[in-house]
Structures are given as structure tokens and as C-alpha cells.
């Protein structure tokens, strides 16, 4: 695989539908409340976690004031737990009164008035999956007109509570409902998961017509282990998930936990790099309030953010597995660029990795590279001219490649200045 290998797959992807109404021609990115604050309902003893609307107000500050929003995270989602256990007298969803006494329209445009959107969770089944109501056959018009009437902009539909024939028919009628609504609404499908996310179970040229993403695999952890599982699950399936990811139709290895507890710095740009290479959503669950320099600076990294939002949409791979447990990703990108990734999967020192571009299958030429981790860039790298790359232990080396012509083009230049 190389650059070469890019354009083909692009004609593969054109051949292909998506959920055609506009949005979410590059990957979401944002902010999701699962991974860190899960099902915290007690907002009495815990106040500043709970599943309740300051967190969701909070956490919308923090992405418009602390330079988040102007590097794309845009999306304030609310996942499971923020509903009353009963529906209204008109049958309606309701959120919990005590946690949301203000009620989700108005912390619809809380999040509006800062420039950003609102994302919601419902589950396709009698139940969510922590017990709250479910959105069975009957319910999905009302519950898309809801959603609609509080103008909240994203909805992720989970799967629990629901057996195989509900969920085939109710995926796609929540796509037609919150169409007939007149909303544009981003539709994350959890359906995939609960199919075990791989061919004949899931039809991914279907999913791509009536989703705008998919939750193929299982929820991430606060671990390494956890970001290890999901890419080597990732990975091992790539030749079946890759080419079903595209503009407006996008594989979700789940959400970013950078910030958090379970990853090193090493480990934390490991993910960011290789959810920058799967094209993945870059949804962060994190606690905005209280983060590290060290996890901001990563995933504030705009070279690595620019290569997630690719605008060709073109999901990267996994090319090498060497016995020295390096492993080699390649991503191919816009104007000819690409993106690689080394990671180690050792456990010792850093690693001295020999390898050349033309190893890695790339085209004769010079090629300017960009170290996106270390801010450092080399001219002239010759193809065939042997490299060692050091990469330490779970870490990973970024680099993000083009070209270079006797005259560069006006639009690569005008990329370097963007992406530098
Ligand atoms: C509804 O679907 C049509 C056909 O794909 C599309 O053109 C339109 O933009 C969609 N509208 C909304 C609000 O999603
Ligand atoms: C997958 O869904 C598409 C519709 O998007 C359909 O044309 C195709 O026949 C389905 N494939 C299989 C194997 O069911
Ligand atoms: C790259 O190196 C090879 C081998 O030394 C040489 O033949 C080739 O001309 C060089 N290419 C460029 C573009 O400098």
C-alpha cells in the first residue's frame, strides 16, 4: 500500500451512498460524558460529577472558552442516564427534574449560544442500558420529533433491551424519523456492536445509507489494555471496516480518554495518533475542568486533528506487524500527503526502528516530514535513504508526509502554513 493504493480506495468509497443530508463530512469531534462520569446520578453527594445539567454546562464552557471549539470539538453529548424513569403524560421522554430542572431545550441553546451542539442518547429496546425507558417500534417517531423540538443536533441510539428483528427495523426508521423531522441531526448507530460488528451480521454499505457513524466494537476503559483491545480488533478486521468508512459514514472505535487516569503520556498520544489515522471520531470523555498540560497539548495537537479531518475521508491501515513489535500505520491523505504512525507494543527502552519510505512501499522522491509529536521536520528525505525511527515503549512515532516536487504546488504550501 501507498499513496498509489489511496486513489483506488477513494473510487471504491464514491461508489457507495452516504447519508446524504451535509453533515459530518469529517469526523465528529467533541465531548461525551460515558467514559468518565458513566451513571453518576447523585447529585446530592456529588454535585460536580453527576449526570446533570451543570456538568453538561460546564463542560460546554470549557470547550468555548479554553480553545477547544475553534479546533473543531463542537459536540456537547449526553449519553445514558439523563432521562426521568417515566415518560410524560403525552408519552414523551423526559430528562430526570431534579438533575435538568431547566429541561434539555434549554440546555439545547445554553450550548447553542456558545457556538456549539447538543447530542443526546436513546436506546432502541424496552430499556436503556442502565435501566431508564427505551425507544421501541412504536416510540421512534415521537421520540425523533422530541429530540427535534428541543434542537438538539446528534443522537447516539444504542442497542440494548432489543433482539435482531427490532433493531433491523428500527436503526433504519429512526434514520427516516429524525429526517422527517426537517432537523439535521448527526445519527451515531450503536447497532453494529450488538451484531459483533463484522460481516454477514452487518451490512455496512447499509449502515452507510442510514448512519453517519457506528459503534463497531466494545465500550473503551480507562486502560491501555482497553486502547491495545480495540485496536488490534481494529486492525485484525481492517480489510471489512476500512473501506465502509467515508465522508458522512464513519467507524467509532469509541471515545478519547486522554486526561484521565489509565494512560501514561506515551500511551495518551498513542491513542490520539491512531484515532488520527482510523479516521475515528474525536469524541474526548474527559473531565474538561481539570486537565494536564500534557493531555491538552495532545489533543489540542492541530497536525494530528488535521490529519483525523482529512477531507478525503480515506481510513488508514495497518500495514506491518514486525517480530520486534513495532507496527506501522499509514493513513493516505489530501494532496498527496499521508500521515505514518510507528508504535511499539514493548515493554523495555525505546526502540531503535530501521526502515526506508520505500519499504513502506512509498514512491521514489523526496518527501518533506513533519514530526507531529515533536514539532520537527526534515527536508528532502529521500525515499530509499535508511531511517531509524526511536520509538519508546506503548508510545508512538507521528509523522505526517508530502511530497516534494522541484516546485511545490501553491496548495501544499498554503496546507503546510495551515497544518504548522
Ligand atoms: C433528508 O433526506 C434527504 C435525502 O437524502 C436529504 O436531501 C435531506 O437533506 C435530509 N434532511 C434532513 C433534515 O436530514
Ligand atoms: C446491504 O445493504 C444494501 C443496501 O444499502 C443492499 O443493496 C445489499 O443487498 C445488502 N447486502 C447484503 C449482503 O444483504
Ligand atoms: C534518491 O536516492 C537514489 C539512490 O541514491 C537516487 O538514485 C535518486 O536520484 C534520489 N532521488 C531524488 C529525488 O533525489
Not at 86 to 109: N, T, V, W, Y
Not at 327 to 333: A, M, T
Not at 347 to 366: A, F, I
Amino acid at each position: 500500500m501507498g499513496p498509489l493504493a489511496g486513489t483506488q480506495l477513494l473510487g471504491l468509497i464514491s461508489l457507495t451512498a452516504a447519508l446524504d443530508n451535509g453533515l459530518l463530512k469529517t469526523p465528529p469531534m467533541g465531548w461525551m460524558a460515558w467514559e468518565r462520569f458513566r451513571c453518576d446520578v447523585d447529585c446530592r453527594n456529588d454535585p460536580q460529577n453527576c449526570i446533570g445539567e451543570n456538568l453538561f454546562k460546564d463542560m460546554a464552557d470549557r470547550l468555548a472558552e479554553d480553545g477547544w471549539k475553534e479546533l473543531g470539538y463542537e459536540y456537547v453529548i449526553i449519553d445514558d442516564c439523563w432521562m426521568s424513569l417515566i415518560r410524560d403524560k403525552h408519552g414523551r421522554l423526559q430528562p430526570d427534574p431534579s438533575r435538568f430542572p431547566g429541561g434539555i431545550a434549554k440546555l439545547a441553546r445554553y450550548v447553542h449560544d456558545r457556538g456549539l451542539k447538543l447530542g443526546i442518547y436513546a436506546d432502541m429496546g424496552t430499556r436503556t442500558c442502565m435501566g431508564f425507558p427505551g425507544t421501541t417500534l412504536d416510540k421512534i417517531e415521537l421520540d425523533a420529533q422530541t429530540f427535534a423540538s428541543w434542537e438538539v443536533d446528534y443522537l447516539k441510539f444504542d442497542g440494548c433491551n432489543s433482539n435482531p428483528v427490532q433493531q433491523m427495523l428500527g436503526y433504519p426508521l429512526m434514520s427516516k424519523a429524525l429526517n422527517d423531522t426537517g432537523r439535521p441531526v448527526a445519527y451515531s448507530c450503536s447497532w453494529p456492536c450488538y451484531q459483533g460488528g463484522l460481516p454477514p451480521y452487518v451490512n455496512y454499505s447499509l449502515l452507510g445509507d442510514i448512519c453517519h457513524l457506528w459503534r463497531n466494537y466494545e465500550d473503551i476503559q480507562d486502560s491501555w489494555d482497553s486502547v491495545l483491545d480495540i485496536v488490534d480488533w481494529f486492525s485484525s478486521n481492517q480489510d471489512d471496516l476500512q473501506p465502509a468508512a467515508g465522508p458522512g459514514r464513519w467507524n467509532d472505535p469509541d471515545m478519547l480518554i486522554i486526561g484521565n487516569f489509565g494512560l501514561s503520556v506515551d500511551q495518551a498520544r498513542s491513542q490520539m495518533a491512531l484515532w488520527a489515522i482510523m479516521a475515528a471520531p474525536l469524541i474526548m470523555s474527559n473531565d474538561l475542568r481539570n486537565l494536564d498540560n500534557s493531555a491538552r497539548a495532545i489533543l489540542q495537537n492541530k497536525m494530528a486533528i488535521a490529519i483525523n479531518q482529512d477531507p478525503l475521508g480515506i481510513q488508514g491501515r495497518r500495514l506491518l506487524q514486525e517480530s520486534s513489535r513495532i507496527e506501522v500505520y499509514w493513513r493516505p491523505l489530501s494532496q498527496s500527503a499521508s500521515a505514518l504512525v510507528f508504535l511499539s507494543r514493548r515493554t523495555d527502552l525505546p526502540y531503535h526502528y530501521h526502515t526506508s519510505l520505500t519499504k513502506l512501499k512509498y514512491e521514489p522522491g523526496n518527501y518533506k516530514v513533519y514530526n507531529v509529536f515533536d514539532g520537527s521536520s526534515v527536508t528532502r528525505l529521500n525515499a530509499t535513504t535508511e531511517i531509524s525511527v526511536s520509538v519508546n515503549p506503548s508510545g508512538v512515532v507521528m509523522w505526517y508526509l508530502l511530497p516534494e516536487q522541484q516546485t511545490e504546488t501553491r496548495s501544499q504550501t498554503r496546507q503546510h502554513h495551515a497544518l504548522l
